[in-house]
């Protein structure tokens, strides 16, 4: 269980966009496993960053984000 609250939002967009580019040179290498790793990663980041902005006063909790 991982619990964040929009304290964290920078933290959080942060991650993200270094997953993003990530992402991006790993597809450049075709290196198909480590995209598949970090588009995971990113789909929970963007589910706490959309959980944190749709309800700023509620911590967001989500099972087995990493």
């Known amino acids: 269980m991982f619990v964040t609250n929009p304290e964290f939002l920078p933290e959080h967009r942060e991650q993200r966009q270094q997953s993003l580019q990530i992402v991006s040179a790993a597809e450049a290498r075709g290196q ?6 970090n588009r995971h990663a990113l789909g929970n ?4 960053i959309t959980g944190l902005e ?7 909790a989500t099972a087995g984000a990493s």
């Open 32 to 37: 198909a496993r480590m995209v598949e790793m």
């Open 45 to 48: 980041l963007e589910k706490i």
């Open 54 to 60: 749709d309800h700023p006063g509620q911590p967001e």
